[in-house]
C-alpha cells in the first residue's frame, strides 16, 4: 500500500514541514506502506529522495483532541479538500503513529505534543540530518554559540503574519513576558546558559530580552 501527503509545502512554513514529514514516515514505518510526496525542502537539506505521488487517494484530515485546529475552526476547509481530490474524507489522530496508516493522503499540521513522538525518538531524529556541506556550517556556527556558554537555550518566537491573522489558538503571538518569566525561574539553576533568539521581528522583539544578552546569528 502507499501513504500520500500531497499538501506538504502548502500548509505552514519550514517548521511545519518538519512535523508533517515526519508524521507521515512515522506513520508509514509503523504500517510498513511506502510513502509519497511532493518536492519539499528537506530533500535539498537532509538528502531525502522522496518518491514523488504517483496518483491520488482519498484525503485523511487531521484531528485534534482536546484542541480545536484548523479544520475544526474554519470547516469549510474540508468540503473544499474534498471537492479538489474527489473524495470523501476522514479524520485522522495522533493514534496513528503508533497504528499506522494506509491508502490515504493526509492533509493537516501534526504538531502532537513532543510526548507522544518520544517512542519514534531515533527515527525521528535521523529524518533530519543535514547533508555533509550543510553540516560544516551548521557545526561551525553551533561551535560558536557553545563558546559562549555551555547551556543553550534557543526560543523562536513568531510574529509577523500572527498579528495581522485572525486569532486562533494557533495564530496567538506568546507575550514576550511569559517567555521572561519562564527564563528568570530557570536561568540561575543552568549552567552557564546562553540565549539564542530567532524571530521574523528580531528588531522589536530582542529588546524584550536585553538583560540576558541574547545571541541572533
Same mark, same amino acid.
Given at each position: 500500500?502507499?501513504?500520500? +501527503?500531497?499538501? #506538504? ?9 518538519? +512535523? ?11 504500517? *510498513? ?29 487531521? $484531528? @485534534?483532541?482536546?484542541?480545536?485546529? +484548523?479544520? /475544526? ?24 503513529? /503508533? ?16 510526548? =507522544? ?16 556541506? #550543510? ?7 553551533? !561551535? $560558536? =554559540?557553545? *563558546? ?6 534557543? #526560543? ?7 498579528? @495581522? ?18 527564563? $528568570?525561574?530557570?536561568? /540561575?539553576? =543552568? ?8 524571530? &521574523? &521581528?528580531?528588531? !522589536? ?13
Amino acid at each position: 500500500g502507499r501513504l500520500t +501527503m500531497t499538501s #506538504l509545502g502548502k500548509l505552514g512554513r519550514f517548521g511545519n514541514q518538519l +512535523m508533517q514529514y515526519a508524521f507521515l514516515r512515522i506513520c508509514a514505518k509503523q504500517s *510498513g506502506a511506502a510513502f509519497e510526496c511532493p518536492p519539499w525542502d528537506g530533500q535539498v537539506i537532509f538528502g531525502h529522495l522522496d518518491p514523488p505521488v504517483s496518483g491520488p487517494l482519498p484525503p485523511a484530515i487531521e $484531528r @485534534s483532541n482536546p484542541n480545536l485546529n +484548523m479544520f /475544526d475552526v474554519v470547516p469549510e476547509l474540508i468540503p473544499w479538500i474534498e471537492k479538489v481530490t474527489g473524495a470523501n474524507s476522514s479524520r485522522v489522530g495522533h493514534e496513528a503513529l /503508533d497504528q499506522g496508516l494506509n491508502g490515504v493522503d493526509l492533509w493537516g499540521f501534526f504538531q502532537v505534543q513532543t510526548g =507522544l513522538l518520544k517512542p519514534h525518538r531515533e527515527f525521528f531524529r535521523s529524518l533530519f540530518r543535514p547533508v555533509d556541506d #550543510l553540516k560544516l556550517a551548521v557545526d561551525e556556527g553551533l !561551535n $560558536r =554559540l557553545r *563558546g559562549k556558554g555551555k547551556t543553550v537555550i534557543g #526560543l523562536h518566537i513568531r510574529r509577523g503574519d500572527f498579528l @495581522s491573522l485572525p486569532l486562533f489558538g494557533f495564530t496567538h503571538p506568546v507575550p514576550a513576558r511569559w517567555w521572561r518569566d519562564w527564563l $528568570r525561574r530557570i536561568w /540561575d539553576t =543552568l549552567d552557564s546558559p546562553v540565549l539564542l533568539i530567532c524571530s &521574523d &521581528d528580531l528588531n !522589536n522583539v530582542v529588546p524584550e530580552f536585553q538583560e540576558y544578552s541574547p545571541v541572533t546569528f
